[in-house]
Structure formats: structure tokens, C-alpha cells
């Protein structure tokens, strides 16, 4: 208790796998306080920028109140009944399968188990897939190949322990934040070794000994390499190679491949391999880079060879440990999410298994074949064979690869229901039916984070408007499909002891999902329930698997996956010479629907990019601040252009968060086609071939507004600010009336305009006002504009002449874009401090200005300007062919 009268309250992070406890405060108004869970085994009290932000991002704001059904308000009662009658006749006319869910990794286990019980148990088809297809398929796939089971073998405290930790795709600096700031911890105790694999110089590679650029989409081949030098070299572990099968065979495909096709420098392979071959306690972190390939399943089992081979797997400080995306993922593949398994880990093709399933759930009938993985499903919902969807936490049509033509799959599919907080998302404004859900901090149930550990989300705010919980409305569908008995839910709780009995059936198939200890619970200890790791019951308490050489194949042993190098599947071209990758930036998550709102996250980096080499910057005769149009065989956008060393020469990168909500031109996946790893179906995200040109602007823009406004221009970004909205504008098409367009663009007919226009320069500014209240600013110039617009951002309440001048007055310093999220500190302030008092390290910019000193987020990045912008240290050796 503190002075509100409100207790803190625990829960889970809303964003990603690494699943940090917090602590929330609700002040009784609708707002919220966070801090991190001191007593959290994930995250002991630490959060990153987007967990410290939560509370900025909880309320009414873009909210879905109330059910629609064809664009109009609905009862409850008409929306859940039109979803059940539809779902109902379509079944009956067309069968099972032309029905389909698609779901998500942020849904809660209890959200997750309903779903999926009443698509498989129910409906009777397994067309139920998730954007866990997106994301895990390919480690899903790799593991059960490896392993007989889909689990991950270690546990955090193995990112404490190890001496080398290999990140391989994974830029877990920004995405997997305190995972990250753990292994900095362990680097400064116990020296730790970091080395990253990854075609893009990343905010991970600050600290790392050693950075691996190689060519994209070519992991498998070093890894291979690696298995051969084990070999050669005859480091591999004898006693546990008698647990596993196909050694030999592993190692004669691996001879086939040439380490070269990566394009390393061979001494920098050599080190690679040194290091990790005379380094017991190794971790081999890997994430979208690995997953998001058509080889996808291969790069995880070429991972996983090498652990195999050396023993190196379930043992303190060692093993592979695909790190999940979303807070739920985990749990998704643990209650059978995925149209290719059952529940707990149990096999649709196995007539015992799905025998017991069908008797535990005393269901009519369980599907005998696999449903359609994502792509294939929203193919089958093109072809005309799917004829109902529902679409669940996700936003498919702004995510999918090819997804514009998803979205016209969607919008032409006969009936779409859509279970979402927002109002307005890519998919939402294509359903039929909307549902509102209730969200993060309103909802209750449990979470599995990526070291199996389950944690509760706690509800501390009423759900707005008529929101309901996403496992009450699946459950209520169920009921009015005439499953009465099956869906008589009354609390998660009651769920969770379900989903926790069934794993005791999977258990007694000889499977290690095991959860079956809180299956008698009370509701008070499920709510009590503090974060619990399976298995809860039959394996040593460390919470490891396979050290003791015990696998889940039929003879117990592990399979050694013989894996052979291909290519990404689209080749560059003279038409398409530039390789575009695609991924996150620090502070926003997916498509921003939740970070979007908060002005602190937003102001780390504010709209969409390009980041593009400078040798291709030359080449191509851009400049910097341009916009420039990428195309590829499929569509094509407009981004920023950044120019950096980062990114290899030949290739490109965009972020995947803007969508029609925030820049419509500038969603990436509208370039991704839909090309898919042949085992796991998993997209190859991040190896689309394209074209580069300077976009042809007439004009460019840059605003602020207190309200939202979407211009008709060719390229428009939004992002939130502290007093309203910021904006990027451009356009193709000469305006002659700039007045008249910023008031249609603002929605201000009436407001008081101050404009200065200089028709030989062509730039035009324009302040619309209502008392002495400034409501939007528009800067127009023929070139791309530069003007403080940190400051700008601000709205700060001067004279509209004032704020035309685009500058502030002479006494207060403009801080340039944010880099420390938690207390406001933007890049020209920190470069400023370390020139002028002479810092040399991180810590002492956080002595300084305290950036840095919170969540630790921007840690990488102040790094990275104490080497660029120190004249007093020595930048360190890194090796780095690109560089
Ligand atoms: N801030 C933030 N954090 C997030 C999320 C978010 O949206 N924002 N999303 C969460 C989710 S759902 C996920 S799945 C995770 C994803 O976490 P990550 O996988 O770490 O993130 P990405 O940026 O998608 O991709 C990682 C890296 O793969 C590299 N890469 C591309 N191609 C290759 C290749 O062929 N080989 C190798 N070795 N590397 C390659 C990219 O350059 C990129 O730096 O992040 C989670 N955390
Ligand atoms: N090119 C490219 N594409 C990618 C990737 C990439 O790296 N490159 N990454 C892929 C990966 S790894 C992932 S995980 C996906 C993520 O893609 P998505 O899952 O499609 O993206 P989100 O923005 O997380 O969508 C979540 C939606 O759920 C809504 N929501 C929030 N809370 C709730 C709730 O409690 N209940 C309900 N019913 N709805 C809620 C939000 O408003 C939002 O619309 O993107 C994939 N797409
Ligand atoms: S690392 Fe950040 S985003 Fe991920 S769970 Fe922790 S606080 Fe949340
Ligand atoms: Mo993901």
C-alpha cells in the first residue's frame, strides 16, 4: 500500500518471451503505475524501456467498446449468436474444414486452451494456426526433429552461467532486453564472451567479442563447418553421442558444404570455431534470423547438432535456447496452438493419442489430419474453400508475408470475426464482426515464458466499455454451437486445472509437458500461484532436459538432423539487385496498437526506415533524409532513407511496425511474398529481393497536431507525442492551396491561421490556432525538411510566429531524437555531454544526465556514441569484415 490506497499488484510484462513480473499500481482513475518485480526469477526487478512504459499505454484511448456487426453497433447477444450461427451453418453445408481459426502467441494459456479445444474437440477440424507460424514454427519443427519433444532444454540461469553466449539472428539487445542485460552482468562477473551471427551490425553487437556478418540466409553452412571442426578436431562427447543417432551422417553432409558461401573472412570463422569448440559453457541463443527462413527448420537443427555432438545440452551454462517472441508463445505450443499437434505436446496422427484427447474432452471428434498452416490457410481462404475465419489477438493482414493480398483474401472471405482491443487495425476494418476484448492489465490468466516458466497476468482495471475476456467470448460461442457442457467456464481458474489434468494424459504417454501438480488448485492458490517452471513434477529440480541423455523419441535417443546448406529462395537480379531484411526496433512492438500510444516509446525512432549502406547510397544517388520507394515482385513502399555502415552493402533493412494506422505506404510486408520453409511452413521474413529508387516528391511535410489527421499524400507517418501527434508528410502532386489543405488535413475550418510562404523557395508554414492555443503546424518545402522537431513535437506554447520559425528561442538547446526512454534524454544532449565533459564510459553518461541508468535499454546505444563520439578511448577491435 502507498498513499493511493491501491495495493501493488503482480503480473507479467504484456510484451515479449522473456515474461518479467511487475508490480502495478492502479491510481483509481485508469492510470497505472509499473515497476519491475524484484522477486521475479525472469527479470529480479529490472524492466526494459517498453515494460517501464506499460502504464502509458493502458486506457480508453483507440479502443474497441462495443461488438459491430457489419459496421454497425451490436448487442452482445446478436454478435455472439450471428458468430455461432454462421460458424454452425457453414459447418453444416460445407463440412469441418471450411472453417478456420487464426490465433496468437499473446493470447493467455486459458484464452488459448478454449480455442483450441473447441476447433479440434469441437468443430472437429485442426485449422487452427497462429502467428506462432510467423515466429516458432521453424525451432518447433527442429526441436521435435532433434528431440522427439518441442522443448527448450535450458534455463535462464544457464545466460548467467555460460562463459560464451553465440547470439545467432537475434538481436537481443533490443528484443529480449533483460535477457540481454543478464548477460552483461555475467560478462562483467565472469568475463562472458559474446558473439553475434547476424548480416546486420545490431545494437547486440556493442559489446560482442566477435561479430559475424555473414551473408544472409547462410547459417546453416556455418554451423555445419563447426560440426565438422568438432569432429576433425575430435571434440565430440562419446558417451552422450551413444545417446543420440545419425552422428556420422550429420557430419558427411556437413563436409558437403563450403564455409565460404557465407562470405566470412575464414580467419574470422576460425576464431568462431576456436572459441566455441575450447568453450564448455556455451549457450547458442537464436531467434527470427534462424526461424524466419526458408531453411529455417535446417539452421535450427544445424544449431542443434553442434550441442548434440559435444554433449554441450541441459547441463549449468550450456545448451541451444531459442528465445521466444511473444509473452505466450511458449504456452500456445504447450496447449496445442499450432494446426500441426494436439494438445500437450500429444500427435494428431497418433490414433492413442488422439483417442485420449477425444475421452478426456468427451468430444464428438478430434480431426486425423493436420490443419492448414497460416499461408496455406489464408490460401485456402482465397481459393473460396475456407468460408468462415476468426481471427483472434492478431493482425493478419498487416503481418502476414504478401499482405495485402491476405487482406483481400480476408475482405472477400464470406464471414470474418475479429477479436481485438483496437477499433482500427489492417484486419479489424475488413471483418465483418468485431468483438472487443478485454486487454493487458484487465485480463487474467497465465503465461509461459521462453525457460517454461508459468506466471500469472493479474487484472487491476475494469475492461472498458462492454470488453470481455477472450477465453469467456470463445466459451460462449462454444455453448451456442450446442457444446453447453464442454464450455461451461467460469473463471480461468477453472480452465487452467483442465489444461494442467490434461497434461497428466500426456504424461502418461511418456511426454515431458508436465503441469499436472496445479491441477487441483484452489482458485485462491491460482491466484496466489507465483512463477512456477515445468515440469512441476518428474524431472530434477535444476528444471533442465536432456542432460541425463533422455529424448522423447521412441528409443530415447536424440537424432542428429543431416542438414545440408540452400539458399533463400529469391535471388537478387538486375531488376532486383538489393536483399531486404526485415525486424524490430527497440521501443515499439509489432504493429504499435499498445507502444504506439506511449510518447516516450515513440520518440525513439518516429517513423518508418530504410537503412541503406553508403557505398549503395552512392551508387544509387540518394542523399540523406531522402524518401526512397523499394519494390518488389509483389508490391512496393516508401521509407526513409538512414544511411548506415550497419547494414552490409547489397542488402537493406526496414522495420516491420508501421501499417495502415500509422504510415499506410510503409508496410513492409507488402514487399515479403509468401514463401515458406518446406517443414516448419514458416515464412522467410527477411530475405525478400527488391529495387531501390529515390521517391519523386513534389513536396515534403513535417506537423504536429493535438488531434490525428491521415493527409492524402503518397507518404504520411504519425507518431504519438506528449501534446498530441507528430507527422511526416509527402506528396507527388503539386498543391497549390496550402491553407485550405492543412485546415482539410486538421479538420480546422474555422481556426485562426498564421502562414509565412516563400513561393521562390517554395516552402510554405502554417500555424492553425483557436485562442492562444496552437492546434496542428505544417512545414512544406521542395527539399526534405530540417527543423527541431524534438522541439516542435512538444507544441510548446509560444507565439505562432515563433513556432513557424521551426527553431527554438536561443536559451533552451534542442535535444535531438530520444535515446534514453526512461528519463528523456535525446541523442545532441548526450553527443554534447561527451564532448564537452569528456565521458568515456556509459556509466559516466548515466552519472551525467542519468540516460541509462533505469532499464538499461539504451545501454547498446550509448555505447555506441562513447566510440564514436569520445576522443579520449581507443575504439575497440572488433572483427568485422564489413567495417
Ligand atoms: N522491441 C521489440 N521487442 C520484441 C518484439 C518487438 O516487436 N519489439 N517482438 C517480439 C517477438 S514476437 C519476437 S519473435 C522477437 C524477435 O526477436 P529477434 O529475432 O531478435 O528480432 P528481429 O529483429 O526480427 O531479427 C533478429 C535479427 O535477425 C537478423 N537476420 C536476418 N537474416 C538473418 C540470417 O539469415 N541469419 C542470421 N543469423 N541473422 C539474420 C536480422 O538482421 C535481425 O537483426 O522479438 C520479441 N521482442
Ligand atoms: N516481414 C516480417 N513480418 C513479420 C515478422 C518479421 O520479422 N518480418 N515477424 C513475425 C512475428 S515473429 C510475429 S510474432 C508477428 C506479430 O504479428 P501480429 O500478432 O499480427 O502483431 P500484433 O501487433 O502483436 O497484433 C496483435 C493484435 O492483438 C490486439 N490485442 C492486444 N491485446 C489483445 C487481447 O487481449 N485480446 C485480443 N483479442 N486482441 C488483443 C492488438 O490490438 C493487435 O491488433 O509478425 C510477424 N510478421
Ligand atoms: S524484456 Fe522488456 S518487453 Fe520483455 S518482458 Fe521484460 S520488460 Fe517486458
Ligand atoms: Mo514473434
Redesign the pocket.
Known sequence: MDGSGFPEVRSTCA???VGCGVLLRPDGAGGLAVRGDPDHPANYGRLCS?GMALGETVGQDHRLLAPRAYGKDASWDEALQLVADRFSSTIEAYGPDSVAFYVS?QLLTEDYYVANKLMKGFIGSANIDTNSRL??ASTVAGHKRAFGTDTVPGTYEDLDQADLVVL?????A???PVLYQRILVARQSRGTKIVV????R?A?CDQADLHLA?K????VALFNYLLTRIHADGKFDTPFLSRTVGFADAVNAALNDDPAVTGLDPRNIKAFCDLWIKTERVVTVF????N??SSGTDKVNAILNCHLATGRIGREGMGPFS????PN?MGGREVGGLANMLACHLDIENDDHRRAVQHFWNSPKVPQKQGLKAVDLFQSIEDGQIKALWIIHTNPAATMPDADRVGAAIENCPFTVVSDLTAETDTARIADVLLPAAGWGEKSGTVTNSDRTISRQRAVLEPPGQARFDWEILAEVGRRMGWTKAFCYESPAQIFREYADMTSLAVSFGKDLDVAKLSNIEDEEYEALSPTRWPTRSHPADGRFFGDGQFFHPDKKARFVAVTYRP?KAETSEQYPYKL??????????TMTR?GLSPRLSAHLAEPYVEVNPKDVGRLGLSTADLVEISSSIGSGIFRLRVTEAIAPGQV?AP??WTGETAPAARVNALVPSVTDPVSGQPES??TVVSIRRMNAAWYGFAVSVDAASPEAEYWAIAKTTSGYRMEIAGKQIIKDWESTARDWFGLPDAVATSIEDAKRGTFRIALSKGQRILAVLFVSREPITLMRDYLAALPEVAPQQILSGRSSASSEDCGPIVCSCFDVGLRTIIRAIHDKHLMSVDEIGDTLQAGTNCGSCRPELTDLVIKHSKLIHKKTKHCPQE
Open positions: 510484451y515479449c518471451g517498453k502467441g515466429c516458432m545467432v539472428g537475434s538481436n537481443l533490443w528484443c529480449h551471427i547476424d548480416p546486420r545490431t547486440s555473414l544472409s540466409g547462410s547459417d531467434s527470427q534470423g534462424v524466419q527462413s528465445v521466444t517472441g511473444q508463445a533463400p531484411n526485415t525486424g524490430r526496433n527497440r521501443d515499439q512492438w509489432h507502444s533493412f516491420i511496425h527477411k530475405a
